[in-house]
């Protein structure tokens, strides 16, 4: 099972645009190929609207991202878009990979890496797999803002809906 696709499309809009290439073009391709990945699991899982708003206020921080199925949904994203290994853990070369693809420079992309490999350290004990990568995912967030990397959202939501 997987992990990180939605810190990984939202960190590399927010890394890849915000510090290497401030483009529109760039978060809009980018947020593009993530719409396309969350409607295919979100037909798949039969995801509702609480499960698609957790994954749009992803960034803020006081938004507290608690329901089972989030995470659940954030490991198909992971799976179509081939970021984790035969473990369900990220596959570190395709998501440096990922990251570069969509704009990010070498070191922004092996900082996002580090830090999402350093969260899932921290949580590789949970046995429900949809729990862990939520807390995975909260991780990341925290580590992002810590950066401030992290996008706006109403960047994210405007460049969502124009592509819909």
């Not at 396309?36 to 699991?41: A, D, R």
């Not at 992803?58 to 659940?72: E, I, M, P, S």
């Not at 706006?152 to 969502?160: D, G, H, L, P, R």
Request: charge should be negative; hydrophobic fraction near 40%; include cysteine.
């Amino acid at each position: 099972m997987g992990t990180y696709n939605v810190f990984f499309a939202f960190v590399l809009m927010a890394a890849g645009v915000r510090e290497i290439e401030p483009s529109k073009d760039a978060m809009k391709y980018i947020t593009s190929g993530f719409v396309k990945v969350l409607e295919e699991c979100k037909q798949e899982l039969n995801m509702n609207d609480r499960i698609i708003a957790d994954l749009f206020h992803y960034w803020k921080l006081d938004y507290t991202l608690l329901n089972r199925d989030t995470g659940c949904a954030i490991i198909c994203m992971s799976k179509k878009l081939d970021l984790l290994d035969d473990t369900g853990r990220m596959h570190h070369g395709n998501a440096q990979e990922f990251a570069l693809k969509h704009g990010a420079g070498e070191e922004v992309a092996s900082k996002i890496v580090t830090i999402i490999h350093d969260c899932e350290k921290k949580f590789e004990r949970d046995d429900d797999e949809c729990l862990r990568v939520l807390e995975v995912a909260k991780c990341f967030r925290t580590g992002i803002h810590d950066l401030d990397w992290q996008p706006k959202v109403e960047v994210i939501v405007s460049e969502v809906f124009t592509d819909m």
